[in-house]
């Protein structure tokens, strides 16, 4: 049997009038990268904090038989450490990570000295991607980790995790990015209400009828060479 | 410069000051007064170095580069358990009942500290109430000095400056023990502080019970300044001054950053200390509080640490 993180009726709320998450069911399988997308405000990040252990939840609602890592949306860094330091901090948890490679796969290794304050938004996303890989975990999860890349370094790091996950580690992302999930994907879950009302391959996750349920008639899905694109509809 | 050659330089700073520091002062080849100035610089040895470790953990915890380990309102609060027993002898009955109604009153305030801290507060939230805390004893410890008999006052200013005055070495080992203790819990959490001190999200992410952290560093930082407080009053900069200096050259390792403060800050008070009671001012012996001549060194020094940051961090 493949290892995997599963949460199963999961139920999260801040206040008891407002559930975030409501009976919501989820597997994260090795080896897979899964995106998690859905409108503003659907829970999205909430369901990542719950898949961590990070917000209170049942104790038998999470189940994850191996170590889990998590890179959270938003963080307030020191920005006095030098981003060999950042790399490192990841890398105490786990034993032989290569740390010079890690630097090179991200191309950030001509980056190792210099302060988390001295770089771009882009440079230090992909620093503390590397940190959190370093971590060598067997489950990943990442909240919108390509967020301040271009589409250039978005490409290069979504060919990257699928190359960890082809070594068997299963990556959970936060996006906002359909194409890009269209691209990459393995699986997408898509959020909305409070639970995932759909589940499964790019091709039957992104259509139309799914994403008027979410966004209304604002965007318009096309197919190039059988991958969902989508479009912004036309006024 | 490697980290392991700055921590044996800095030990060879620490322990060469104390090593010299009976030998400075007049009458500096009496072996009675030798004898009699060991127990002084031993004193200043270990509070330099639980002052310096404790404004250290200060920093990490709140995240705040002016954390001190007096910001918190626990060293207010040890003054003022000690100060009301200076000011009012009937209360202090024997020797200990200064450090002990300051330790009693430091305890109380690092419980109300963890018991508000608990609601969710975060860094800032700690560091506020901690600051309404300091101004409270601030204002109590007037009222001691307002209320105090007048023969009483040149005592409470001098130990209100911050001063190490000892011939035994009973209050070196009270702090000596302390800062054993609380510097093994605090060894044992430094991978912890690492990941905190980076980012509180991350640390909770690979983790670090945040809150758990958050109680032991200030039990332990309130701890070893309590202890200092109560044998020599509060001593000024040296909690904010040494893990600044050491922060360019060490980073943010508290493996290497805890012993390279103690060094430094024990190394550093001894220094001061000797250098207080040595300077001849008008061409006698002065015995200035050392928390004068810590603020006069450190405020410069200090100064200068901030602007050659603020030249190498872009704007």
Same mark, same amino acid.
């Given at each position: 049997?493949?290892?995997?993180?599963?949460?199963?009726?999961?139920?999260?709320?801040?206040?008891?009038?407002?559930?975030?998450?409501?009976?919501?069911?989820?597997?994260?399988?090795?080896?897979?990268?899964?995106? =998690?997308?859905?409108?503003?405000?659907?829970?999205? *990040?909430? @369901?990542?904090?719950?898949?961590? #252990?990070?917000?209170? %939840? +049942? !104790?038998?609602?999470?189940?994850?038989?191996?170590?889990?890592?998590?890179?959270?949306?938003?963080?307030?860094?020191?920005?006095?450490?030098?981003?060999?330091?950042?790399?490192?901090?990841?890398?105490?948890?786990?034993?032989?990570?290569?740390?010079?490679?890690?630097?090179?796969?991200?191309? =950030?290794?001509?980056?190792?000295?210099?302060?988390? *304050?001295? @770089?771009?938004?882009?440079?230090? #996303?992909?620093?503390? %991607? +590397? !940190?959190?890989?370093?971590?060598?975990?067997?489950?990943?999860?990442?909240?919108?980790?390509?967020?301040?890349?271009?589409?250039?370094?978005?490409?290069?790091?979504?060919?990257?995790?699928?190359?960890?996950?082809?070594?068997?580690?299963?990556?959970?992302?936060?996006?906002?990015?359909?194409? =890009?999930?269209?691209?990459?994907?393995?699986?997408? *879950?898509?959020?909305?209400?409070?639970?995932?009302?759909?589940?499964?391959?790019?091709?039957?996750?992104?259509?139309?009828?799914?994403?008027?349920?979410?966004?209304?008639?604002?965007?318009?899905?096309?197919?190039?060479?059988?991958?969902?694109?989508?479009?912004?509809?036309?006024? | 410069?490697?980290?392991?050659?700055?921590?044996?330089?800095?030990?060879?700073?620490?322990?060469?000051?104390?090593?010299?520091?009976p030998h400075?002062?007049?009458?500096e080849?009496s072996e009675q007064i030798r004898a009699l100035r060991l127990?002084?610089?031993?004193?200043?040895?270990?509070?330099?170095?639980?002052?310096?470790?404790?404004?250290?953990?200060?920093?990490?915890?709140?995240?705040?580069?002016?954390?001190?380990?007096?910001?918190?309102?626990?060293?207010?609060?040890?003054?003022?358990?000690?100060?009301?027993?200076?000011?009012?002898?009937?209360?202090?009955?024997?020797?200990?009942?200064?450090?002990?109604?300051?330790?009693?009153?430091?305890?109380?305030?690092?419980?109300?500290?963890?018991?508000?801290?608990?609601?969710?507060?975060?860094?800032?939230?700690?560091?506020?109430?901690?600051?309404?805390?300091?101004?409270?004893?601030?204002?109590?410890?007037?009222?001691?000095?307002?209320?105090?008999?007048?023969?009483?006052?040149?005592?409470?200013?001098?130990?209100?400056?911050?001063?190490?005055?000892?011939?035994?070495?009973?209050?070196?080992?009270?702090?000596?023990?302390?800062?054993?203790?609380?510097?093994?819990?605090?060894?044992?959490?430094?991978?912890?502080?690492?990941?905190?001190?980076?980012?509180?999200?991350?640390?909770?992410?690979?983790?670090?019970?945040?809150?758990?952290?958050?109680?032991?560093?200030?039990?332990?930082?309130?701890?070893?300044?309590?202890?200092?407080?109560?044998?020599?009053?509060?001593?000024?900069?040296?909690?904010?001054?040494?893990?600044?200096?050491?922060?360019?050259?060490?980073?943010?390792?508290?493996?290497?950053?805890?012993?390279?403060?103690?060094?430094?800050?024990?190394?550093?008070?001894?220094?001061?200390?000797?250098?207080?009671?040595?300077?001849?001012?008008?061409?006698?012996?002065?015995?200035?509080?050392?928390?004068?001549?810590?603020?006069?060194?450190?405020?410069?020094?200090?100064?200068?640490?901030?602007?050659?940051?603020?030249?190498?961090?872009?704007?």
């Amino acid at each position: 049997m493949r290892m995997s993180l599963r949460a199963e009726h999961l139920c999260f709320a801040y206040t008891a009038e407002q559930p975030i998450l409501n009976n919501l069911s989820f597997e994260l399988q090795a080896g897979e990268l899964h995106f =998690i997308v859905g409108a503003n405000g659907s829970g999205k *990040s909430t @369901l990542l904090q719950c898949l961590a #252990q990070l917000l209170p %939840v +049942a !104790a038998n609602t999470v189940f994850s038989e191996s170590r889990v890592a998590y890179l959270p949306q938003t963080i307030a860094p020191c920005q006095d450490f030098s981003v060999l330091q950042v790399i490192e901090l990841g890398a105490q948890l786990a034993e032989g990570c290569d740390i010079k490679g890690l630097m090179g796969q991200l191309k =950030i290794d001509h980056l190792a000295q210099r302060t988390l *304050s001295q @770089l771009s938004g882009g440079e230090r #996303q992909r620093v503390l %991607v +590397a !940190a959190v890989l370093a971590e060598q975990p067997k489950f990943l999860l990442l909240d919108e980790p390509s967020s301040s890349l271009d589409i250039h370094h978005q490409v290069e790091l979504f060919r990257l995790l699928k190359t960890f996950c082809s070594k068997g580690v299963g990556i959970a992302v936060v996006c906002h990015d359909w194409n =890009i999930a269209s691209r990459y994907a393995d699986r997408i *879950s898509l959020v909305h209400n409070s639970t995932i009302i759909k589940c499964g391959k790019p091709q039957e996750v992104i259509t139309s009828e799914n994403l008027q349920q979410l966004f209304g008639s604002s965007v318009v899905v096309t197919r190039l060479q059988q991958t969902p694109v989508v479009m912004p509809a036309h006024e | 410069m490697n980290k392991l050659l700055l921590l044996a330089l800095l030990a060879a700073f620490s322990i060469a000051t104390i090593w010299m520091a009976p030998h400075f002062g007049a009458a500096e080849y009496s072996e009675q007064i030798r004898a009699l100035r060991l127990p002084r610089a031993t004193l200043a040895w270990f509070s330099g170095g639980a002052l310096a470790v404790a404004g250290l953990l200060m920093q990490t915890l709140l995240r705040n580069d002016l954390a001190t380990p007096f910001t918190l309102g626990v060293a207010s609060s040890a003054s003022f358990g000690a100060f009301v027993c200076f000011a009012f002898p009937a209360i202090a009955a024997t020797i200990w009942a200064p450090p002990l109604l300051g330790f009693i009153c430091a305890i109380a305030t690092i419980a109300l500290i963890i018991k508000l801290g608990s609601s969710n507060l975060g860094p800032n939230g700690i560091l506020l109430v901690g600051i309404t805390i300091n101004f409270v004893f601030g204002a109590a410890l007037m009222i001691v000095r307002h209320l105090a008999p007048p023969y009483r006052m040149t005592k409470l200013e001098h130990w209100l400056m911050g001063s190490i005055e000892t011939s035994s070495y009973e209050p070196a080992w009270v702090v000596a023990t302390v800062a054993l203790l609380c510097l093994t819990i605090i060894w044992m959490k430094r991978h912890d502080l690492d990941q905190y001190s980076f980012d509180i999200k991350v640390a909770q992410a690979r983790g670090v019970n945040v809150t758990k952290l958050m109680n032991v560093g200030l039990i332990t930082s309130g701890l070893l300044t309590a202890a200092v407080v109560t044998q020599c009053g509060p001593i000024a900069f040296i909690g904010l001054l040494v893990p600044h200096a050491l922060r360019p050259f060490i980073g943010h390792s508290h493996k290497y950053m805890l012993p390279a403060c103690w060094l430094l800050g024990s190394g550093f008070l001894v220094f001061a200390d000797t250098l207080s009671r040595s300077l001849l001012v008008f061409g006698r012996s002065s015995d200035i509080p050392v928390g004068i001549i810590t603020a006069l060194v450190g405020g410069p020094a200090f100064l200068l640490i901030v602007l050659r940051k603020s030249k190498k961090t872009p704007h």
